[in-house]
């Protein structure tokens, strides 16, 4: 029992120094939704698109992290996109919320090789607090500290960058976040002031050679904190069959690992999600299969969303990586 307690406490802490660095990437933008992790994927596609996410990790653990989220993307004339994001995680007694304003630009390198590079930027506003209106006595410490007044909340501001190549079904996103230092407390060693962490996302689309209608998406996310050089990786497949006009559904599956541990995965798990008339829903469930296994039921994730207002662009840099028939 020990033992779990002491892995729960490291948990709890890591995860609320990462809470503060970025907020948690698990299977979100595999719903379809890349502008999820960076500003370049802002404006590709017909419409306007809009996405709600709802997560809840570790389900059956008390406190356990639980995170809320809500992306618009749309393009501005036939070359660039912007796009918002405003986010709700809570871990324990800390809690996080933000919004990040994006833009992204698109451009031709050639026409008939069908090469695109992108350019994105996003302005971040995080702020962090401690709720200690939930702190409890206990029987190790049966008087709360009388120092703490007040919840310790804090608000920055920060920069995303990123770019995005494409060649015909390959893609290809850099995206670093939180580009800038944060301010600290010198008496605090513990607290980190660089809170920049790099992503690369990539993958291919392959179209099935016996049913046009039927595509195969392999693709890798791979994420390091450049705080402590901590970084893990994501290798997904998705299977992709269209049904009629622009409706399809989908399945797949994700492994995620610690890259020093390449046999040990943190999480491993199915993903299925479904666009019909417009309306898309995505679910993803994830098993743990650290030391908490025992303890929770998973990991839980719920996308739905809308696209409309479809204006058709007659370039083809802004067109989505998902084919439309």
């Not at 026409?111 to 190790?140: C, M, R, V, W």
């Not at 939180?178 to 690369?200: A, H, V, W």
């Amino acid at each position: 029992m020990k033992k779990f307690l002491k892995y729960i406490l490291f948990i709890a802490v890591t995860y609320s120094y990462a809470q503060e660095l970025n907020l948690p990437v698990w299977t979100q933008y595999l719903a379809d939704n890349e502008f999820v992790i960076s500003p370049t994927f802002a404006g590709i596609g017909d419409n306007l698109r809009v996405r709600v996410n709802g997560l809840t990790q570790w389900v059956g653990i008390k406190d356990a992290p639980d995170n809320q989220s809500f992306y618009v993307d749309m393009r501005i004339s036939n070359r660039s996109g912007v796009g918002v994001s405003a986010y709700n995680d809570k871990n324990g007694n800390t809690r996080q919320t933000g919004v990040k304003f994006s833009f992204a630009h698109h451009l031709v390198l050639d026409y008939y090789t069908k090469q695109f590079l992108s350019f994105g930027l996003s302005y971040n506003i995080n702020a962090f607090k401690i709720d200690i209106h939930n702190f409890q006595p206990t029987i190790e410490m049966p008087i709360l500290d009388p120092a703490i007044t007040d919840d310790r909340a804090i608000s920055n501001h920060n920069f995303d960058v990123g770019f995005l190549y494409r060649y015909k079904e390959f893609f290809f996103s850099f995206n670093a976040n939180n580009i800038l230092e944060k301010d600290i407390n010198d008496f605090n060693g513990f607290e980190p002031n660089t809170i920049r962490n790099y992503q690369m996302y990539s993958g291919y689309v392959m179209r099935s050679n016996y049913n046009k209608n039927i595509e195969y998406e392999p693709s890798v996310f791979f994420q390091l904190f450049g705080s402590d050089g901590r970084s893990a990786t994501d290798i997904n497949f998705k299977y992709r069959k269209y049904t009629r006009g622009e409706d399809y559904y989908w399945i797949g599956a994700s492994y995620r690992f610690l890259n020093d541990q390449f046999l040990k995965p943190l999480n491993v798990g199915p993903m299925a999600g479904i666009m019909k008339s417009k309306m898309y829903f995505a679910y993803s469930y994830q098993i743990t299969t650290n030391d908490l296994a025992g303890y929770n039921s998973g990991t839980h994730m719920v996308t739905i969303g809308l696209d409309f207002l479809q204006g058709i662009s007659d370039c083809p840099c802004t067109k989505s990586k998902i084919n439309k028939f």
